[in-house]
């Protein structure tokens, strides 16, 4: 069974970096067959994805985040992780991290979510 | 491509139909077009994927349809556990996005 667990600070001041990290359970973040993306949601609002990396490391951003976000993966510690820089409130949210089949976004097993709070 | 859910919520009883639409502002591919489900505080659920695919475990009640821009979830006979907030989601143009979601309440 595919699980995937969030780690990170609940509070982040303002301007600085938010770092998340994603932990899976079983291999199959070993395999190229799957894709790991960050989607985060605001209290009360729809989701929006941030981004995905492959196993070996290729990388998608959503081009509205992209000067901001970085998305990295530790194949041997089974981790993948999402930074993003200069933080505001408007990026205060659930940070959830998922799979999906490699070449689709059809996201079938999803971290519980990490509440992030951008405030001094 | 900006995804409009109607209705914003949907009002019904146990055992009715729940009928959920997701519009596009443009048309796309069917295979690009998921739904999820979402109880509060919890993770979205993969239900369908390419407009009308059930994901793995997900009970044969539920259903989807379309093509174009326009595209349909319909729940027969709902169970106590559907009520919750569905949303669509599309990946056939970056940036993927998702609709606004529809909440499906007890009436």
């Known amino acids: 069974q595919v699980q995937l667990q969030e780690s990170g600070p609940g509070l982040v001041k303002p301007s600085q970096t938010l770092s998340l990290t994603c932990t899976v359970s079983?291999?199959?973040?070993?395999?190229?067959?799957?894709?790991w993306s960050w989607i985060r949601q605001p209290a009360g609002k729809t989701l929006e994805w941030i981004g995905r990396i492959s196993t070996s490391g290729n990388t998608k951003y959503n081009p509205f985040l992209q000067s901001r976000v970085t998305l990295s993966i530790d194949t041997s510690k089974k981790q993948f992780s999402v930074k993003l820089i200069s933080v505001t409130a408007a990026d205060s949210a659930v940070y959830y991290c998922?799979?999906?089949?490699?070449?689709?976004?059809?996201?079938?097993?999803w971290g519980q979510g990490s509440l992030v709070t951008v405030s001094s | 491509i900006v995804l409009t859910q109607s209705p914003g919520t949907l009002s019904l009883s146990p055992g009715e139909r729940a009928t959920l639409s997701c519009r596009g502002n443009q048309t796309f591919s069917s295979r690009y077009l998921v739904w999820y489900q979402q109880k509060p505080g919890q993770a979205p659920r993969l239900l369908i994927y390419?407009?009308?695919t059930r994901a793995a475990g997900i009970p044969d009640r539920f259903s989807g349809s379309g093509s174009g821009a326009d595209f349909t979830l319909t729940i027969d006979r709902l169970e106590p556990e559907d009520f919750a907030v569905y949303y669509c989601h599309q990946y056939h143009t970056s940036p993927q996005t998702f609709g606004q979601g529809t909440r499906v309440e007890v009436e």
């Open positions: 079983g291999d199959s973040i070993t395999s190229d067959s799957y894709y």
């Open positions: 390419g407009a009308s």
């Open positions: 998922a799979r999906s089949a490699a070449g689709t976004a059809n996201f079938d097993y």
